[in-house]
């Protein structure tokens, strides 16, 4: 258990430098170019880090951006530098992966609010020079497309060829599809909605308060405090995980079978295999992620809700667009399933947008877009393809 605490706190040092001075390029914005908030503040200065892959064609067309997930990062396909991981998508973005990096160029920020070099809670706020904590300002969805324009802008990429993303990556697809639909020739939001349900609300509100009820989170403040509310955070992560996979996925890998013992120890130890590998999700996690960032962007995707900028009417949301859709779900998937898919294809058709729709029949459940799954790759390949001819698009130099 020591061990494990030092390793800990090695690896928060390590996180903590990244949130400032990232191993990622990074744009800084000034007091001239502020980040207005849907709160109403403005958030200035701020910055964004983020990567690219392949190279940006002479008609700057071919540009394609990846949008990260609640637990995810600007690091989509290279090495990890907090935990020299590979890149959580490596399976869908690189040379000669569905989304081709000697075809496309790849943009992938790390989102406002976060804890890879973007902007967030364990910033330092230059107006007392301390971390923000808790006075960092709330922020949504649309204010992390917001920033994202601002991004493009800065590198002289004025439309996207396509934009993907999966959960919370998805949510941001569908903003951008609504905020610039003249920014956006195709749009893949994967096991996404258009909202949050309250069930979703719900694991998110208990997750927060794990991490709050730590005693070391003190009150937001555990960075200046020299603590890390490591184990709320772990057990939030263990709790939210459970709901990116299904009981099939979970039965199949783990059943009721023991972790390295033939016999029950009749105590709390961790008897279950999925016992062990829930524990090791929680400590992984908190090596590489911020306590803060995690109450900050669940309460993000909380407040997202497309519908309600629009009347309550979804299809308003996406009138008079001529960007072409993709939208993928899984069977598994109870925390985005397959309903609040079918839904947004409903609403695009009531707006008279192109939209095809996938339903991928697996037992991996919602994090199915991020694990080896044949039949997403070839409908992301192909609707790449196909709206590649559309627009008569030509590689990068690579």
């Known amino acids: 258990m020591a061990d494990a605490s030092l390793s800990i706190v090695r690896d928060a040092t390590g996180r903590s430098r990244e949130a400032e001075n990232p191993q990622s390029p990074l744009v800084r ?5 502020p980040l207005r908030l849907d709160a109403g503040i403005d958030l200035t200065p701020f910055q964004i880090a983020y990567q690219t892959y392949g190279e940006l064609n002479a008609e700057r067309s071919n540009a394609v951006l990846i949008c990260h997930a609640l637990t995810g990062d600007q690091h989509v396909a290279n090495v990890h530098p907090v935990t020299g991981k590979p890149g959580w998508w490596e399976t869908m973005v690189g040379p000669g992966r569905p989304i081709d990096t000697q075809r496309y160029f790849v943009i992938s920020p790390n989102v406002v609010g976060a804890c890879m070099g973007t902007t967030g809670p364990s910033s330092i706020n230059p107006a007392t020079g301390e971390p923000w904590g808790l006075n960092f300002p709330v922020i ?20 996207l060829f396509a934009i ?55 009150g937001g403040r555990y960075q200046l405090e020299g603590t890390n509310p ?17 009981d099939a996925a979970l039965h199949r890998k783990f059943g009721r079978r023991l972790q390295d013992r033939s016999n029950p120890t009749f105590s709390f130890d961790a008897d279950f295999q999925v016992e062990n590998y829930l524990r090791h999700q929680g400590i992984s996690f908190v090596e590489r992620f911020d306590a803060n960032s995690y109450l900050y962007l669940t309460r ?19 009138h008079g667009t001529r960007t072409r859709f993709c939208v993928v779900s899984f069977t598994s998937d109870w925390l985005f399933p397959t309903a609040e898919s079918r839904a947004i294809v409903h609403a695009l058709n009531a707006a008279s947008a192109p939209v095809s729709f996938a339903e991928i029949e697996t037992d991996k459940g919602h994090d199915a ?19 590649g001819r559309l627009r008569g698009l030509k590689p990068g130099k690579s």
Do not use: C
């Open 300 to 318: 993000a995707m909380d407040y997202f809700d497309l519908t309600a900028d629009y009347g309550g009417v979804l299809a308003q949301a996406f």
């Open 29 to 33: 914005f000034g007091p001239e170019k």
């Open 230 to 246: 490591h184990r709320g955070l772990a057990v939030a992560r263990m709790g939210a995980h459970i709901t990116y996979l299904s």
């Open 369 to 387: 877009f991020l694990l080896e799954e044949p039949e997403l790759f070839a409908i992301v390949r192909g609707f790449l393809e196909g709206a």
């Open 140 to 159: 949504t969805i649309r204010d992390m497309v917001r920033a994202q324009a601002m991004l493009l802008d800065h590198l002289g990429v004025p439309s």
């Open 164 to 218: 993907a993303g999966g959960s919370m990556g998805g949510m941001q697809v569908l903003q951008w599809a609504a905020s610039y639909p003249e920014r956006v020739f195709a749009a893949l939001p994967i096991a996404a909605s258009t909202r949050h349900s309250a069930q979703n609300i719900a694991f998110h509100e208990v997750g927060r308060q794990a991490v709050m009820a730590d005693p070391d989170w003190r």
